[in-house]
């Protein structure tokens, strides 16, 4: 009877605004604050708080028993800090309890080991450092951006004290093999853990879906798949948001979770256990042989959704492109922008797979077309490829937004109340301007004044609206569809 894994993957990227031709030379402003805090909000509300709360109550109800992993991005943690400190703090308090386990990334959730060893090292060295500075952590399990795997990752992992990594449990690479087991890389010391895609995706993707043949997925029916599962564990991996933004939680999926243990434990002989646990408690059954990279993403399990086009793979040439260039700056702020324009999600909205996931990447893309994101990352990167040249020619080149962002985050965790009173005092200063020109004495300038400032006001909401991303459908057919057309396993579960 196998064991049951759990990890949760917490990432949001900061996403660009409208960024025209016109703007490269001119403006630095390239990132949408109001969307990036309005999203971080939302999902914090549906997702992040409540299953936080939910998951605390199961592990102290079950007395620490009830355990789960998280790898929770920089860009997610640093946008926590600023935007949703109450987010942060419900995860600190997780992590205290000692049954949840973090795990290493790319700091910035980016595809750097495909492209720079060094920039690879330097996001995972920044990334261990935010979970030792938020959670007094030191992560002994590393998960690669979307699951990214081949046989020199291992290797990499290895050399950085890593003794698992994560790594989708891809029927081409297994053949007749089951994911429930622990297995070795080639050449590296290091252990791999694989994803049980099967059921991990009954929960993540089909979980709501009322054309599946399984709806609805009860807790107990779910429990009796693990128990007729082969092999030593089944590790459930997916994306944090799974719970209350992508299912939603009219769907039930909160009250699902919170009877999952109850149901496996009744079992008696299952335990929950953390990735490094599996890791100490199971010895590797065969070697995995991966000379290809290969991810979690799609039916293909390959890196086409960010790689997969002349769009995608222009736009991760250029940015890596910049590297040299970053580095002679030796501008800590310059290494932060160019950090967060590494962001896979960038390249997946480039995405023109139409066919197979083509409805998953229309889902989740906040722009109306591919051809739209990689205008609009182009010339994002024609202005800072600009603004390099001109740092590194001693010219004044000052990245207003992105040091501004950062030095706005910086007070809004510092000193909230006095950024509240900050943005009451300019609001009490821009109703005066009004009432003052809709006074009876009134000069030429203050007409001017009263008629463009509605104009101005209506322009930045129009643009606030356009940059942020579609709500999911109520119940993701689409992707649960899409989903389930992947090849089920033959050995994995009885049903």
């Known amino acids: 009877m196998p064991n049951i894994s759990f990890y949760f993957q917490v990432h949001q990227p900061y996403r660009l605004r409208h960024y025209n031709f016109f703007e490269i030379g001119e403006s630095p402003f390239y990132e949408d604050i109001d969307a990036n805090r309005s999203i971080i909000s939302k999902i914090a509300n549906k997702c992040y708080l409540p ?18 992993a998280f790898s929770i991005t920089g860009n997610a ?39 720079s060893k060094k920039e690879f090292k330097r996001q995972v060295a920044l990334h261990d450092e935010k979970i030792g500075k938020f959670f007094g952590v030191k992560p002994k399990v590393f998960r690669n951006t979307e699951l990214v795997y081949n046989n020199d990752l291992a ?74 599962s082969d092999g030593d564990v089944v590790n459930l991996y997916m994306d944090y948001e799974t719970f209350g933004e992508h299912q939603w939680a009219d769907s039930g999926i909160f009250e699902f979770i919170e009877a999952l243990p109850a149901a496996l434990f009744a079992k ?27 991810s979690w993403a799609d039916v293909e399990r390959d890196l086409t959704a960010w790689m997969g086009n002349d769009m995608q793979r222009d736009a991760l040439e250029t940015v890596y492109r910049l590297e040299e260039g970053v580095l002679k700056t030796d501008n800590p702020e310059i290494y932060k922008i160019w950090g967060r324009l590494q962001t896979s999600d960038h390249f997946y909205y480039m995405c023109t797979k139409w066919f197979s996931d083509g409805e998953v990447h229309k889902y989740f893309n906040p722009y109306g077309t591919p051809y739209d994101a990689y205008i609009n990352y182009m010339n994002v990167m024609g202005d800072f490829e600009l603004r390099i040249k001109a740092n590194l020619e001693g010219k004044s080149a000052k990245f ?96």
Do not use: C
Not at 410 to 430: C, D, F
Not at 467 to 490: C, G, L, N, Q, Y
């Open 77 to 115: 943690l640093d946008q926590f800090t600023a935007y949703a400190p109450e987010v942060l703090a419900s995860f600190q308090e997780l992590v205290k309890t000692g049954s949840v386990e973090l795990l290493t990334e790319t700091d910035n959730h980016s595809l750097a080991f495909l492209y």
């Open 268 to 294: 008696k002989g299952i335990s929950f256990l953390t990735p490094s646990e599996v890791v100490k408690k199971f010895k590797p059954v065969a070697e995995l042989n991966v000379t290809n990279s290969m």
């Open 400 to 495: 207003a937004t992105p040091v501004s962002v950062l030095l706005e985050e910086e007070e809004e965790l510092a000193a909230p109340v006095k950024r509240t009173k900050a943005l009451a005092a300019k609001k009490e200063v821009k109703n005066t301007v009004v009432k003052a020109a809709k006074s009876p004495v009134k000069t030429e300038t203050a007409k001017t004044s009263a008629k463009a400032a509605p104009a101005k006001a209506a322009t930045k909401t129009t643009a606030g609206k356009a940059v942020e991303p579609r709500a999911p459908a109520k119940s993701a057919p689409a992707k649960a569809a899409k989903k389930e057309t992947v090849p089920p396993k033959r050995t994995t579960v009885k049903r």
């Open 155 to 228: 290797v990499a992992a290895s050399e950085l004290g890593y003794e698992a990594v994560l790594l989708e449990g891809a029927d081409h690479i297994l053949g007749w093999r089951s994911p429930n087991y622990v297995y070795s890389p080639v050449g590296a010391k290091t252990k791999l853990l694989l994803r049980n895609y099967q059921l991990s995706d009954d929960i993540a993707f089909r979980f709501s879906n009322k054309s599946w043949g399984e709806y609805p997925l009860t807790a107990d029916k779910f429990a009796n798949w693990v128990v007729n």
């Open 51 to 68: 299953m936080n709360s939910l998951l605390l109550k199961l592990i102290n109800k079950y007395k620490g028993k009830f355990k789960v």
